[in-house]
């Protein structure tokens, strides 16, 4: 098959699909990697260590679109990159089409065969692609929480472990999956007091066993989140109804309840955010204030730290992908389950039931 390997155009986003040895994959099994110039340059990786591989490297953008059946990314295509797909190609990357009409549309439209990293789904319910950049999102989230408490940026100039005779920071962490508990060992490990709530009671209980009596749980119940949010210093959104928008937790009328100079971080502004006041922003402009609270909603946290994440994408994302590049896309979901999760838009149709519900449209089952 020909792959086609993208360079990020997205705001600061540095991270790329492939690093040059997971490239070298597709080509040992057969298959010719066409990678755009620059592509893996702000991950590290040179066009010499892709060339090195056996891997292409395309000047043309179009021609590299053109040319390939299945294009390899990090993120979702932006509305320039739209009109560059053609019918039946595979798109292998990061969607989240829940939170995007106008994307949604332009998938369809051109008939798109569009894989979405984040809905793979394997069979004890976890999101194998998912979970390294939510690794990567939990752990930076406290790394940027703790930033922006700083007076100079912005926060209540507090210091999220305390020292000696201080209080410590207090942290509200909604949703402890993969980026929740991940939050709470930087957390934790800061010196900062924890709290981490979630609708799941089994989750709870592997939390505790997890990190032990340092940690405090709570039932994500409305009257829970009304009083902890009074006491938060940091507050980690980082909820997940797998493909569905995230419930919005934190209502606008709760933040004058809130201290000042608290901030507060989306990691579930992908799926349309947990906070009613929540608005995507980008590395370049991160943060902004509502009601005094400093809000991150970064939707792209892990293209910060491109080098750890092109590592950690690509290490989770190459089995799959050689999967389809090995079979076609119809004999590889046949053959997975967690594929055909996977699959969004196939044909000008949706079949990914709860992307279908966000927007009011149909899906199929393939
Ligand atoms: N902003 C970014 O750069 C970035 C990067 C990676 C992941 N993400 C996002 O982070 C979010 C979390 O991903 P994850 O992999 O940790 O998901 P996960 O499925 O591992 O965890 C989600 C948790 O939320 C819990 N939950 C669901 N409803 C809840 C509620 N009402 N109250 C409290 N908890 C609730 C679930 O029980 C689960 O434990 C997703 O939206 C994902 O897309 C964002």
Redesign the pocket.
């Known amino acids: 098959m020909m792959i086609g390997l993208a360079k990020e155009i997205k705001n600061e986003e540095y991270r790329v699909g492939l690093t040059p040895s997971g490239a070298g994959e597709y080509v040992a099994a057969g298959h010719r990697v066409l990678v755009e110039k620059a592509a893996g340059e702000g991950a590290g990786f040179a066009d010499a260590e892709y060339r090195a591989r056996g891997c292409e490297i395309v000047t043309d953008r179009k021609k590299l679109f053109d040319d390939s059946e299945m294009i390899v990314k990090v993120k979702e295509p932006l509305p320039c990159e739209y009109g560059l797909f053609h019918e039946g190609q595979i798109l292998y990357t990061y969607l989240?089409l829940a939170a995007d009409l106008e994307q949604t549309e332009a998938l369809l439209k051109k008939k798109v065969t569009a894989f979405a990293y984040?809905t793979v789904m394997e069979a004890d319910g976890s999101?194998p692609l998912?979970?390294p950049?939510?690794q990567?999102?939990?752990r930076l989230s406290i790394q940027e929480g703790a930033k922006y408490l700083e007076k100079p940026c912005g926060g209540r100039g507090l210091l999220l472990g305390g020292v000696p005779g201080t209080a410590k920071g207090k942290v509200l962490i909604?949703?402890?999956?993969?980026?929740?508990s991940n939050a709470c060992r930087i957390a934790l490990g800061m010196g900062a007091d924890v709290t981490v709530?979630?609708?799941?009671a089994k989750?709870l209980a592997d939390l505790e066993a997890m990190f032990g009596s340092g940690l405090k749980t709570l039932y994500?119940s409305r009257e829970n989140i009304e009083r902890e949010l009074a006491q938060a210093d940091l507050v980690i959104g980082?909820?997940?109804?797998?493909g569905a928008l995230?419930?919005k937790?934190v209502r606008k009328s709760d933040l004058a309840a809130m201290k000042p100079g608290s901030v507060m971080v989306d990691?579930?502004?992908?799926?349309g955010g947990c906070f009613e006041t929540s608005h995507a922003t980008t590395h370049t402009e991160p943060i902004f204030t509502v009601g005094g609270v400093v809000h991150y909603c970064?939707?792209?946290?892990?293209?910060a730290v491109s080098l750890s994440s092109t590592i950690a994408l690509t290490n989770v994302t190459n089995r799959y992908g050689l999967m389809i590049a090995n079979k076609g896309a119809m004999k590889a979901i046949a053959e997975s389950a967690a594929l055909k999760s996977g699959l969004n838009c196939f044909d000008g149709k949706l079949t990914n039931k709860a992307v279908a519900e966000a927007h009011g449209m149909g899906y199929i089952t393939i």
Do not use: C, T
């Open positions: 989240h984040e999101l998912l979970a950049m939510s990567i999102a939990g909604l949703g402890g999956g993969v980026a929740g709530m979630d609708i799941s989750r994500s980082s909820v997940l109804l797998p995230a419930p937790l990691i579930a502004i992908d799926q970064v939707a792209n946290m892990p293209g």
